[in-house]
């Protein structure tokens, strides 16, 4: 992946919390949705939540803002201040992060209303964190993985969790693309919450549930990214991805097989159970990556009009 060095960064949907304390839970604290749990960690016991199923943030309901992103509550540290071009991003993962966001900004404020009835009019927030935050959907820890918020529409991310989590614990990969493949998929759920798609949202768990096809929709809307993102661009019309390897196919292939559900059952130990499942395996998962990948449409993606997930 290498970025286009002539590219002009935007940091206005870019934010940094910095870090922030762990409460007890309770209260405010975002409900768990069948999580893994694992020995070892933080407290001796720890859940591993990979993109957290959306409808269960303190009753979250899909509903938007036709005035777009709430840019007030987006907290600065500064973090991202630096990042101005192309160039910046090929030197830099904080900048490399902006310039991703910008793509998937741009890919999908043209492909959502091509080919849907919806307006990209509502914005999607980015805001990175360390050990915990206060989110629309309550207060969340970097236990959570990353996740969307459909109440405030931001994509939350403490970034040591590729190490952390997706690496140490689940054996995952470490390559370039492992991020931009875990925005992708939550900038998915974005377009699902533009959509209207969370409403569909019934059944938590099990290998069809509404669950799991939420979540292999927003992998195949990051697979569909994944084909256009080298003809995104700058407000000035340069493109911002110069080129996607192969390798990089490969790394997102990679990360999605590492959270699948059965392969996130076997690492922490644990027996696998598809009636737990709550975002697939990661053959299914791997699947719609691919099948947003070669297919690139919104049609190719509807997991919800199927039943070969």
Request: glycine letters at 12%.
């Amino acid at each position: 992946m290498r970025f286009n060095p002539k590219a002009r960064l935007d940091t206005s949907r870019m934010g940094d919390a910095g870090r922030g304390s762990r409460s007890g839970g309770g209260g405010g604290s975002i409900p768990i949705p069948g999580g893994l749990r694992a020995g070892g960690g933080i407290g001796g016991v720890i859940v591993v939540i990979l993109f957290l199923v959306l409808t269960q943030c303190l009753g979250g309901n899909g509903s938007t803002s036709a005035s777009g992103l709430d840019t007030s509550r987006m907290a600065d540290t500064g973090r991202y201040t630096s990042c101005k071009t192309g160039d910046d991003a090929n030197t830099s993962a904080d900048c490399a992060r902006v310039a991703v966001e910008n793509s998937l900004y741009d890919y999908w404020s043209k492909a959502l209303p091509e080919q849907s009835t919806a307006s990209f009019e509502a914005e999607a927030g980015v805001e990175t964190f360390t050990d915990a935050i206060d989110t629309g959907c309550g207060q969340a820890t970097s236990d959570v993985g990353p996740f969307y918020c459909p109440n405030d529409q931001y994509i939350y991310l403490d970034t040591t969790f590729y190490e952390a989590v997706l690496q140490r614990q689940l054996n995952g990969p470490s390559g370039a693309f492992v991020e931009p493949y875990v925005l992708a998929h939550e900038y998915g759920h974005h377009i699902q919450n533009l959509l209207g798609t969370m409403s569909k949202v019934k059944t938590q768990q099990g290998p069809k549930s509404d669950s799991v096809r939420l979540e292999l929709q927003a992998d195949c809307y990051a697979g569909m990214w994944a084909k256009g993102a080298t003809t995104s661009k700058d407000e000035s019309g340069q493109v911002l991805l110069q080129d996607l390897s192969d390798q990089d196919i490969q790394d997102a292939i990679d990360a999605a097989t590492a959270v699948g559900d059965d392969r996130i059952q076997q690492e922490t130990g644990g027996r696998v159970n598809p009636e737990q499942w709550t975002h697939g395996s990661a053959a299914s998962r791997v699947k719609w990556f691919k099948t947003g990948f070669t297919q690139g449409s919104l049609t190719a993606c509807d997991t919800f009009a199927t039943d070969n997930l």
